[in-house]
């Protein structure tokens, strides 16, 4: 999962139609999926934003609903990248393979387990960190029933190729043993200088390895999906002559890196890519489509006329109850100071120039979000924003009587503009974005007819990572005795 921006692309890149169900709105790279009882349970990189790993379950594979994460705080091992969780079930207890940074090394895989599927997870550090990087974990059992953990080496980030790795593992999952032995590798030119992603299973005589290839991510990505066979699982594997099998579409591109999964007799397979509309400031969504055997032994993705999305979701937030709602993440490198009491959310503030921040995944290129400040409890800058992550924030806040908005650049900051205005007991900051980056605040004392605070949308077309979409934030600027307090939050998505 590392940016690579290539000059060219394949003439074959839009060729084929798919029917692309989008099931997982926002940003939810790296899908995966288990089947638990009567309830599918899934996963997704969370990237630098905590908890890491959202736990998602639904009955039919299409509406989905967060219940939590793996992990609230960041195992003691790791710092940052969590990246491609992989969820399995067996014998009664639920794993979730996962790759992260490690402190003062590379990217690792390591596993957690839990007796049930919400958790809660118990972590058994590192299995693998090879020098370059070790991802995308994925277990499978070999022809005689030995446990195996599938791999990518990571040599794409110093420009070497990519093996696939197998090593049996313990079956507690806490051990490697034996040599490692490689699957296949990046070796034809549609794959260009990766291979990744790797989910397999095992159907007749046949595993069937689906794999994602080329440039992962951002505005450039050319990431593609194709499919390997082999009767034994050390292979040899065979690629498919007709290699990419998922392409883009009209609407989707860059479709990988996913878990095929059944229901109801029927195959599908869930994993993520770009709207072509909103690209990366919704980033990777998860998305689902069936896919069925061919008669010579092959896999081909079902074409349909049309599939129907999933609902467009707002967020509605008045902060009842004891417990903040799962929607909300913060920066791993940023961690925030937070709690929830009697339908109010008090942030603790910090000096730098973004301040403390909690942010929500944006769902669609063009939104409105609101919050409502609680000015008597509030004694640090109280404001909303849009973040892409540290070092990159647009914002708008309320500090002794006067509303500032502020751009953050790698860093550095600017102001857009200040205007004073007559502090009430409520305030209202709000702000509206047009084609992902067009970023306009307003305020307003009672909550309706709210005044234009920059003429002209502040450009936020920096914002989003590579690996990630922009985020909708409340901030806190100040020093770090000092409170905002939040009695509202509304997310509109159009």
């Known amino acids: 999962m590392k940016i690579f921006v290539f000059c060219f692309l394949f003439l074959f890149n839009n060729i084929h139609s798919f029917s692309q169900q989008l099931v997982m709105r926002g940003d939810h790279a790296d899908p995966s999926v288990v089947k638990i009882g009567d309830t599918y349970w899934a996963s997704a990189t969370s990237s630098n934003w905590l908890p890491a790993?959202?736990?998602?379950?639904?009955?039919?594979?299409?509406?989905?609903?967060?219940?939590?994460?793996?992990?609230?705080?960041?195992?003691?091992?790791?710092?940052?990248?969590?990246?491609?969780?992989?969820?399995?079930?067996?014998?009664?207890?639920?794993?979730?393979?996962?790759?992260?940074?490690?402190?003062?090394?590379?990217?690792?895989?390591?596993?957690?387990?839990?007796?049930?599927?919400?958790?809660?997870?118990?972590?058994?550090?590192?299995?693998?960190?090879?020098?370059?990087?070790?991802?995308?974990?994925?277990?499978?059992?070999?022809?005689?029933?030995?446990?195996?953990?599938?791999?990518?080496?990571?040599?794409?980030?110093?420009?070497?190729?990519?093996?696939?790795?197998?090593?049996?593992?313990?079956?507690?999952?806490?051990?490697?043993?034996?040599?490692?032995?490689?699957?296949?590798?990046?070796?034809?030119?549609?794959?260009?200088?990766?291979?990744?992603?790797?989910?397999?299973?095992?159907?007749?005589?046949?595993?069937?390895?689906f794999y994602a290839a080329a440039g992962c991510c951002g505005r450039e990505c050319t990431y593609q999906t194709g499919v390997a066979r082999s009767k034994n699982l050390?292979?040899?594997?065979?690629?498919?002559?007709?290699?990419?099998?998922?392409?883009?579409?009209?609407?989707?591109?860059?479709?990988?890196?996913?878990?095929?999964?059944?229901?109801?007799?029927?195959?599908?397979?869930?994993?993520?890519?770009?709207?072509?509309?909103?690209?990366?400031?919704?980033?990777?969504?998860?998305?689902?489509?069936?896919?069925?055997?061919?008669?010579?032994?092959?896999?081909?993705?079902?074409?349909?006329?049309?599939?129907?999305?999933?609902?467009?979701?707002?967020?509605?937030?008045?902060?009842?109850?004891?417990?903040v709602k799962d929607h909300w993440q913060w920066s791993v490198f940023e961690p925030a100071v937070f709690n929830q009491k009697k339908g109010k959310l008090t942030l603790s503030a910090k000096p730098s120039p973004t301040g403390a921040f909690i942010g929500t995944k944006t769902l669609s290129g063009n939104y409105t979000a609101t919050v409502k400040i609680n000015t008597k409890r509030t004694t640090a800058g109280a404001g909303i924003a849009a973040i892409g992550d540290e070092k990159n924030i647009v914002s708008a806040f309320l500090k002794d009587g006067k509303i500032t908005v502020v751009e953050i650049k790698k860093g550095k900051q600017s102001e857009v503009m200040q205007t004073s205005i007559r502090t009430k007991r409520k305030i209202y900051l709000q702000m509206q974005v047009e084609n992902g980056k067009d970023i306009t605040f307003l305020y307003s004392a009672k909550g309706k007819d709210f005044q234009l605070l920059n003429n002209k949308p502040v450009d936020g077309s920096y914002l989003p990572p590579w690996d990630r979409s922009v985020r909708v934030g409340l901030t806190a600027k100040g020093d770090t005795s000092q409170k905002v307090s939040f009695d509202d939050f509304q997310l509109f998505n159009k």
Request: aromatic fraction near 14%.
């Open 53 to 209: 790993y959202p736990l998602l379950k639904s009955k039919d594979l299409v509406n989905w609903k967060t219940e939590g994460y793996v992990f609230n705080q960041a195992p003691a091992w790791a710092d940052y990248y969590f990246w491609a969780p992989e969820i399995s079930y067996e014998n009664g207890k639920v794993y979730i393979y996962y790759a992260a940074h490690k402190k003062g090394g590379n990217l690792c895989l390591s596993v957690a387990s839990a007796d049930k599927p919400e958790g809660p997870y118990t972590d058994h550090g590192p299995l693998m960190c090879q020098e370059v990087g070790s991802i995308d974990a994925f277990p499978m059992r070999d022809e005689n029933g030995k446990l195996y953990i599938i791999w990518k080496e990571d040599g794409n980030s110093v420009n070497k190729p990519t093996p696939i790795w197998a090593q049996q593992m313990n079956e507690e999952r806490t051990t490697l043993m034996g040599e490692k032995r490689e699957l296949f590798r990046n070796n034809e030119k549609w794959e260009n200088n990766l291979v990744e992603g790797v989910s397999i299973i095992k159907k007749g005589d046949y595993y069937y390895a």
């Open 234 to 323: 050390f292979g040899p594997w065979e690629k498919y002559k007709k290699n990419p099998i998922l392409v883009n579409d009209d609407e989707w591109k860059c479709p990988g890196h996913g878990t095929p999964i059944e229901k109801d007799g029927k195959n599908y397979f869930l994993y993520h890519a770009y709207n072509k509309g909103t690209n990366v400031y919704t980033g990777r969504e998860g998305l689902l489509i069936e896919f069925r055997f061919t008669p010579d032994g092959w896999i081909e993705f079902v074409k349909e006329d049309k599939s129907d999305d999933v609902a467009m979701i707002s967020v509605t937030d008045n902060f009842s109850g004891g417990t």
